[in-house]
Each structure stands twice: as structure tokens, then as C-alpha cells.
């Protein structure tokens, strides 16, 4: 067991799939769920399912979101050290498609006013690995923490690893700034939008390729074709699960969090790799994150 901080946004996900064509003036029969989200608690919380100790830290507001975050946390045996700002916690609504994909408006509230005082106390206490979620590096508000976190554990001489999380984000940030951001980590996870539009490539292979120069580790996740790696001088590929898709939120971190939890016990990456498509595949069957 190895003890894991995760550095990640504090959300509320409002997930939302229509029943019926929308009624633009009118009621709208559909399901909707609301639950803890967060693409860097949803990583946590499949690291902590692999066995490792993790700590989660990130800002919330006082109030009822915020609650409903640190329940789910800590009843996946997940420490929540967040720190309390005076802003609503982050909100996001995920509209569903008939395809399981989703479209999400997010409020990042709390987030952005997460202090660099807060995260290095809690980076006081010894770590293996840090895990810094995109969203940080994303947001130019907490991009200097994310920045010195990762710092911090290269002095360490600690394992850590970014994965890039949003491309529309991505692309108003540029490539070139969120790599220099990223740039000691020593793992890099993404999806194949996010790898292409990354390195300015229109082929896959071409992106792991380019990337597997500046980071030890990468893993790109392909949704329906599965996933991709690169350890140093190894290349592994899997397909994914032919499975129903009700919806797609939350897969992807499952998979990035699996396959990171199975490499922090030592697992090979193709082994790895195939938990994190039997984890990918079961989020797919429901509706949100978990």
C-alpha cells in the first residue's frame, strides 16, 4: 500500500439525461442524478478501491455540496482534506446524450480559491505519490500551486502524475503552457481528443510517441477502442469492453485512477491496463461518476 494525494477540484455533479425530445417552453420528462463529482475525486477514489492510502485535497464552500463531496470520500475510505473558502463549491451539469456522451456547464466556484499555504501543509506529511489533476493546471488561478506541488515532489524524489482533463480548457491554455506545467511529472494520463489536440498530431501513435519523449510514463485512454501506453521503451495497447453505454461520465478517471492504483502495487502496464478497462466499462453501465 502506498500512501497517494490526490490534488484535485471539489464538485457537485447535476447529471442530466432526457427521457423524451426536449420542450423548449414546457416539461421535459428526465432522469437526473446529483452526486458527488470531480474528475480528480473520481481518480481518487479508484486508487483508493486498488488499496493505497489517499488523501484528497481541494477547496469547497460551506454548504450542503460540499457535505455531500467529503460523505462520499470518506465512505470509499478516501481522506478529505479540504480546505473551507468563501465561494459556493463547484457545480457541473452533465448533459447526457442518446450516446452516452455529454456535454457539461461548469461552475468551478470554490476552486479557483484554493491556497498554496493549505496545499503544502497537507504535503507536509510524507507521501509516495502525487497525483495532480489537470483542472488545476487548467485554471491560471491555482496553476502555481499545481506548478510548485509537482516541484515539490521531484524534490522528493516522489513518483507523480497529471492527467489533462478538459481540451476545450486544453486549447485556450495552449499545449505549450500546460506542458511546460506538467513537466515533472513523471506519469501523463489523457483521452485521445485531449493527446492529439496536446501535440498537434492527427494520429494517435504519433501523440504517444511525442509525449513518451517528455514523460516517463503515458497512458491514453481511446473510449470504445480501448487504450494505449508507453513505459520507457514499452509500448502496450487492450481493446475495451463491448458493454451497453448509458453514459460516459466519470470512465475515463475510472480508468486513469485503476490503472494507476495497479501500477503503485507493481503491476505490469498491460495488466493495468486491462483493470482499467474493466473499471472504465462498469461506469459506463450507469448513470454519473461512480
Same mark, same amino acid.
Given at each position: 500500500?502506498?500512501?497517494?494525494?490526490?490534488?484535485?477540484?471539489?464538485?457537485?455533479?447535476?447529471?442530466?439525461?432526457?427521457?423524451?425530445?426536449?420542450?423548449?417552453?414546457?416539461?421535459?420528462?428526465?432522469?437526473?442524478?446529483?452526486?458527488?463529482?470531480?474528475?480528480?475525486?473520481?481518480?481518487?477514489?479508484?486508487?483508493?478501491?486498488?488499496?493505497?492510502?489517499?488523501?484528497?485535497?481541494?477547496?469547497?464552500?460551506?454548504?450542503?455540496?460540499?457535505?455531500?463531496?467529503?460523505?462520499?470520500?470518506?465512505?470509499?475510505?478516501?481522506?478529505?482534506?479540504?480546505?473551507?473558502?468563501?465561494?459556493?463549491?463547484?457545480?457541473?451539469?452533465?448533459?447526457?446524450?442518446?450516446?452516452?456522451?455529454?456535454?457539461?456547464?461548469?461552475?468551478?466556484?470554490?476552486?479557483?480559491?484554493?491556497?498554496?499555504?493549505?496545499?503544502?501543509?497537507?504535503?507536509?506529511?510524507?507521501?509516495?505519490?502525487?497525483?495532480?489533476?489537470?483542472?488545476?493546471?487548467?485554471?491560471?488561478?491555482?496553476?502555481?500551486?499545481?506548478?510548485?506541488?509537482?516541484?515539490?515532489?521531484?524534490?522528493?524524489?516522489?513518483?507523480?502524475?497529471?492527467?489533462?482533463?478538459?481540451?476545450?480548457? *486544453? #486549447?485556450?491554455?495552449? +499545449? %505549450?503552457?500546460? &506542458?511546460?506545467? =506538467?513537466?515533472? /511529472? !513523471?506519469?501523463?494520463?489523457?483521452?485521445?481528443?485531449?493527446?492529439?489536440?496536446?501535440?498537434?498530431?492527427?494520429?494517435?501513435?504519433?501523440?504517444?510517441?511525442?509525449?513518451?519523449?517528455?514523460?516517463?510514463?503515458?497512458?491514453?485512454?481511446?473510449?470504445?477502442?480501448?487504450?494505449?501506453?508507453?513505459?520507457?521503451?514499452?509500448?502496450?495497447?487492450?481493446?475495451?469492453?463491448?458493454?451497453?453505454?448509458?453514459?460516459?461520465?466519470?470512465?475515463?478517471?475510472?480508468?486513469?485512477?485503476?490503472?494507476?492504483?495497479?501500477? *503503485? #502495487?507493481?503491476?505490469? +502496464? %498491460?495488466?493495468? &491496463?486491462?483493470? =482499467?478497462?474493466? /473499471? !472504465?466499462?462498469?461506469?459506463?453501465?450507469?448513470?454519473?461518476?461512480?
Amino acid at each position: 500500500m502506498r500512501r497517494v494525494v490526490v490534488l484535485g477540484d471539489v464538485m457537485l455533479d447535476v447529471i442530466v439525461r432526457r427521457l423524451a425530445p426536449l420542450a423548449p417552453t414546457s416539461d421535459t420528462p428526465s432522469s437526473i442524478r446529483v452526486a458527488r463529482g470531480g474528475s480528480g475525486a473520481s481518480l481518487a477514489l479508484a486508487v483508493a478501491t486498488a488499496g493505497h492510502e489517499v488523501i484528497y485535497v481541494g477547496a469547497a464552500g460551506n454548504d450542503g455540496a460540499a457535505t455531500i463531496v467529503r460523505d462520499a470520500l470518506r465512505s470509499a475510505n478516501v481522506t478529505a482534506q479540504l480546505e473551507t473558502v468563501d465561494a459556493p463549491t463547484g457545480t457541473v451539469v452533465s448533459l447526457v446524450g442518446d450516446d452516452g456522451q455529454r456535454a457539461m456547464l461548469t461552475d468551478r466556484g470554490a476552486n479557483s480559491l484554493l491556497s498554496e499555504s493549505f496545499v503544502f501543509g497537507r504535503l507536509a506529511v510524507p507521501f509516495d505519490h502525487l497525483h495532480a489533476s489537470g483542472y488545476v493546471l487548467l485554471d491560471p488561478a491555482t496553476r502555481p500551486i499545481g506548478v510548485a506541488a509537482l516541484a515539490l515532489a521531484k524534490e522528493r524524489r516522489r513518483s507523480a502524475s497529471v492527467d489533462v482533463c478538459s481540451v476545450s480548457s *486544453l #486549447r485556450h491554455m495552449t +499545449p %505549450e503552457v500546460f &506542458l511546460a506545467a =506538467a513537466s515533472d /511529472a !513523471s506519469q501523463l494520463f489523457a483521452n485521445e481528443e485531449e493527446a492529439l489536440v496536446l501535440t498537434g498530431t492527427s494520429d494517435v501513435d504519433d501523440a504517444l510517441e511525442f509525449l513518451a519523449v517528455r514523460f516517463h510514463e503515458v497512458v491514453i485512454t481511446r473510449g470504445a477502442h480501448g487504450a494505449i501506453a508507453a513505459v520507457g521503451e514499452t509500448r502496450t495497447r487492450v481493446r475495451a469492453h463491448d458493454v451497453a453505454v448509458l453514459d460516459t461520465t466519470g470512465a475515463g478517471d475510472a480508468a486513469t485512477g485503476t490503472y494507476l492504483g495497479a501500477r *503503485l #502495487r507493481e503491476e505490469l +502496464p %498491460e495488466r493495468a &491496463l486491462e483493470e =482499467a478497462m474493466n /473499471a !472504465s466499462a462498469h461506469v459506463v453501465e450507469g448513470l454519473g461518476a461512480d
